[in-house]
């Protein structure tokens, strides 16, 4: 989808993990489309052999443009990701390796690395240097396969463990270990979140940004149900050398449909 701004042109991708959930979710391929939407990201495409999602996705005409690499199980040490807890590298290696197998097959041109949550009984120092140590690693093997991974940070009021302190630490830890090949999620919801002065921090670590989410504050709804500027926030992204997807990772307050009229308002 391609929103006007007044200072250009932005392209948006739905999220079928956070939109039309009204729906099963081998149906919201189609629905995203007939929005609309040319292009799509979701977290864990690993419930469905890659093949079945190529398949939907060309079926639809639609483009992946983000994967997460694999979580583990539900209340587990990775249930976030792996990249910072010790002792969980051979599981973390395995999952960059199964993202950029499914990111070869949909043709996904960036993966999200998810960090994980920092176990209660391991030292910040010692979790910080495991997660640098594994995007190392990670970025030699993206840098093989032609795929940009990205580094998210998650605001502390919602994961107050998260294994990656803020968007800041994420781009120097991209400068560290690969610039070429990692970048920064600049999640404009957890920005605003953490610290706020969302298009100040976007400017400065433009150079650095690899892909875009957004949702509003409060409620992580869709644009216009919170307090986020959002005609001054896309005009300026607009407005940037940033040439890729906006991916919406928002729960629409009222509906999916009804949730995407914030485009025409944006556009008023």
Known sequence: MILETTAGE????????WMYTELPFEQRFEAAA???????????????????????????????????????????????????VPGAREEFR????????????LGTPVVHVMAGLRPDEVEPDLAFATYVANIGWAA??????????????????????????????????????????????????????????????????????GHIQIADNPGRGEPGTGE????RVLARIAASTYTGWIGCEYGPIAGT????????????
């Not at 990656?164 to 990692?182: F, Q």
């Not at 920064?184 to 979140?193: G, I, N, S």
């Open 34 to 84: 007939e929005s609309g939407f040319t292009g799509v990201e979701f977290a864990s495409p690993y419930e469905l052999p890659a093949a079945r999602i190529r398949a939907l996705l060309d079926e639809s005409g639609l483009s992946q443009v983000l994967i997460n690499t694999p979580a583990g199980a539900k209340d587990s040490r990775t249930s976030m990701g792996a990249a910072c």
């Open 140 to 209: 030699e093997q993206a840098q093989a396969s032609g795929v940009r991974i990205v580094l998210e940070a998650i605001n502390k009021r919602d994961q107050p463990r998260y294994g990656l302190a803020s968007m800041e630490t994420a781009a120097a830890v991209a400068e560290a270990v690969g610039p070429a090949t990692v970048g920064v999620l600049f999640d404009v919801y957890h920005a605003q979140v953490d610290r706020g002065n969302v298009i100040e921090r976007f400017e400065r670590l433009l150079p650095r940004v």
């Open 228 to 231: 986020i500027a959002f005609d």
């Open 94 to 105: 395995a999952g960059v390796a199964a993202a950029l197998d499914y990111a070869a097959v």
């Open 10 to 17: 932005v392209r948006l991708a739905a999220n079928l993990k």
């Open 257 to 268: 449909a009804d949730g995407l009229r914030w485009t025409e308002r944006i556009t008023a």
